[in-house]
């Protein structure tokens, strides 16, 4: 038997087992944050091109994702780096072409108007 002033081998307790489990959370809903602020920063980009509404952008992102078998997170960092690069992959670039062309034609946005100078 171990004497009074000798540890023991260190045991998980259910405190600990808690604290674990919350920074696992933690880090699981840090990640969803920042997943959520890349594809919405990625509808805005659509909407802005393809002139067409945010719930239009989302099915466009969507459809992107599963046409081209590339995670929704993926494709939403690739239209961002388009943003400042203008570099596109081509299969992202002609889902992306047709997708914004068919939901152009059946968009619920009124027609462009031509910006002035």
Do not use: F
Request: glycine content about 6%; some cysteine.
């Amino acid at each position: 038997m171990p004497h009074q002033d000798e540890e023991l081998p260190h045991e998980e307790t259910a405190s600990d087992h808690s604290v674990a489990e919350l920074k696992k959370e933690v880090a699981q809903l840090r990640e969803a944050v920042d997943s959520h602020a890349v594809v919405d920063q990625a509808i805005g980009l659509i909407v802005g091109v393809g002139q067409i509404t945010p719930a239009e952008a989302w099915d466009v992102l969507r459809e992107v994702s599963m046409n081209t078998n590339t995670k929704l997170r993926e494709v939403a960092e690739t239209l961002i780096d388009w943003g400042c690069t203008g570099v596109l992959p081509g299969d992202i670039r002609y889902e992306l072409e047709r997708r914004l062309v068919h939901k152009r034609l059946h968009s619920q946005c009124p027609e462009p108007n031509p910006p002035t100078v």
